[in-house]
């Protein structure tokens, strides 16, 4: 690369790339890869959400895949110039593949590529109605006997699955069911999205009255139709419900309330599911092609059990079934658990001037929120960055551009510097007895979170509390219970008339358990976690989320979930997917996980 300007060296890479590939020469295209080089792929060549490393690993999954999906035509996206900071070109780039259209981020460093992000976009003739390809609406003319809007889906609404059986049925209609059942809409897959409350946002409704979403409205937008200006930053969960009913309505996603799945099977020879449903007490028959669960990282409640909490005279509940503090003024009461929920459990209940107490088990990473929000999110999701021009479609991508595996050496510098700027903090907190941890590595909340899923506390005022008395706080494992009181394994007794299990939830692996059967369960394995071999995620590494919003073990059975982030985006990944199957493309699949653990 002999002219020294970015753009210059960046076009030379795309156009060495792009060669290699139309020429099917797999070893020079690995030879424009660094020794230590990830090229992450979300559908577009793998057909999978797949890392691959190193020269070898950009060899093996070409080997696989490079007939079969023909990736090629890079470029530099229009409009974006390519950036040098400290030796690391970054370049947005756009590219197809012989089945759809794509773009993503590549870092070019020491004259190689360090890092590829190649994102699927769209199918190549399957294209979304959106921008100059939106429908009409309205019909003009005259026409005896044309229906209106309204009666056409209200046709639709009453055939699909009775007359018509829906290719993908999704199962729970949170945030992740709402935001694929959208995504689905726009592909033309015809969809029914089931849940068991009585409108959409009831997942939100019903939970204690204090929740709020603890990452901002930046962070939050669900596809398509993003929170107005004036949204709050951070949404009380009320308004959170509202919004996705909102959603659920305008989008126009065929959603069954007051539905749940008694049972589910697959009938391997006919490539199809029997899904049993209680539709409002109305026993319904659907087969789907493919099966959603997207039952959600908080769907199933984990709640232990302990000698002699059938003789407790007082109220035991699972945090998820806790309504607020509003009964319990005066009352004892103690929390088990030390993350998300139990301090914000905890809060309300103080507020309600109850006699509250923690009960911490092991040591939680706690981050301040407005230090995660200038430190840890302020560069892809905030005003300042709109500003500059990262609109959450380019924050998206940024965050998915960095390869878990070296995800955590990016995030370790801003803890760091999270931990210094609260430092009065953390000493508080250390003096009232609060164990603290920050990840296994030093890298924090969101590694925490892509790893297991649990054991943080984004501040919001409770660990204040906690440093004051006003929350008082125990340590240890529950032993037993006695008729008003919990007892630890150390001997302390703690009085209570209510006791909440702020522990956590089971792994969505439980759902196809309880759904369709502990054999399909067993046979997808453990669902979440990048198998980094840190506390609560073993190993081996699979560089990539267990089984979320790509092909499992068992056919036609997928997972989708998370976050509102995550449920925006990883949604268009799984629709494509599911709509790619529908219309009969070629999808072979690089990189099906292996089954290294059962729950």
């Known amino acids: 690369m002999l002219d020294s300007t970015t753009t210059t060296q960046t076009q030379d890479m795309l156009d060495h790339l792009n060669a290699a590939l139309e020429g099917g020469d797999i070893d020079r295209v690995a030879a424009l890869f660094a020794t230590d080089s990830y090229w992450r792929d979300l559908v577009a060549v793998s057909w999978n959400l797949k890392t691959v490393e190193g020269p070898a690993g950009v060899t093996d999954m070409l080997q696989n895949q490079l007939d079969h999906t023909r990736p090629g035509s890079f470029a530099i996206q229009s409009g974006e110039m390519p950036v040098d900071e400290d030796g690391v070109i970054t370049a947005w780039i756009t590219f197809e593949t012989r089945a759809g259209r794509g773009w993503g981020l590549m870092r070019i460093r020491d004259g190689k590529i360090w890092t590829l992000l190649t994102a699927l976009q769209e199918l190549k003739g399957f294209e979304e109605n959106r921008g100059t390809r939106r429908p009409m609406g309205a019909e003009h003319g005259a026409a005896k006997n044309r229906k209106s809007w309204k009666e056409r889906r209200q046709a639709e609404e009453a055939d699909l699955g009775y007359g018509t059986q829906p290719y993908v049925l999704v199962i729970g209609g949170g945030q992740g069911g709402i935001a ?48 107005p200006d004036n949204w709050p930053v951070f949404t009380p969960k009320d308004k959170v419900g509202d919004w996705l009913e909102m959603y659920t309505k305008v989008m126009e996603i065929n959603y069954w309330t007051r539905s749940e799945v008694t049972k589910a099977t697959y009938d391997e020879a006919a490539g199809k599911w029997t899904v049993q449903v209680d539709r409002d007490g109305q026993t319904v028959t659907l087969q789907p092609t493919q099966l959603v669960l997207a039952t959600g990282m908080s769907g199933k409640p984990f709640m232990p059990q302990f000698p002699g909490m059938d003789g407790f005279k007082g109220v035991i509940q699972h945090s998820s079934r806790h309504e607020g503090p509003d009964d319990w003024a005066g009352k004892k009461v103690v ?265």
């Open 335 to 599: 929390v088990i658990g030390s993350n998300n929920s139990a301090h914000d459990i905890c809060a309300a209940l103080w507020e309600g001037d109850a006699d509250v107490t923690m009960v911490q088990r092991s040591s939680t990473h706690i981050v301040r929120s407005d230090s995660l929000m200038e430190i840890g999110l302020g560069a892809l999701y905030s005003e300042e960055a709109l500003a500059n021009g990262v609109t959450t479609e380019k924050a998206d991508m940024i965050f998915a551009s960095l390869p878990y595996k070296i995800m955590h050496e990016f995030q370790i510098p801003l803890y760091d510097k999270m931990r210094e700027r609260d430092a009065d903090f953390y000493a508080g907190l250390e003096k009232a007895g609060f164990d603290l941890d920050w990840g296994d590595d030093g890298s924090g909340l969101f590694m925490k979170y892509l790893r297991r899923g649990s054991g943080y506390y984004i501040d919001v005022g409770a660990s204040q509390l906690i440093i004051d008395g006003k929350v008082k706080l125990a340590k240890g494992q529950v032993d037993h219970f006695e008729d008003d009181a919990v007892v630890l394994s150390d001997g302390t007794r703690l009085p209570a008339d209510l006791v909440v299990f702020a522990t956590g939830y089971g792994s969505m692996n439980g759902w196809a358990a309880d759904l369709i059967s502990q054999e399909v369960a067993d046979k997808v394995g453990k669902v979440w976690g990048l198998g980094s071999d840190t506390t609560k995620d073993p190993g081996p590494w699979e560089g990539e989320q267990r089984n979320m919003w790509k092909p499992t073990q068992q056919d036609q059975l997928w997972f989708h979930g998370g976050n509102l982030h995550q449920s925006r985006h990883y949604s268009l990944y799984l629709a494509l997917q599911l709509k790619a199957r529908m219309e009969g493309l070629e999808t072979p699949v690089y990189g099906l996980q292996d089954v290294h653990h059962t729950a």
């Open 180 to 227: 694929l059942g959208a995504r689905l809409r726009q592909l033309n897959v015809p969809t029914i999205v089931l849940d068991k409350h009585d409108r959409p946002g009831d997942q939100w409704r019903s939970r204690y009255k204090s929740l709020c979403l603890h990452d901002p409205v930046w962070y939050d937008h669900l596809p398509y139709l993003k929170f």
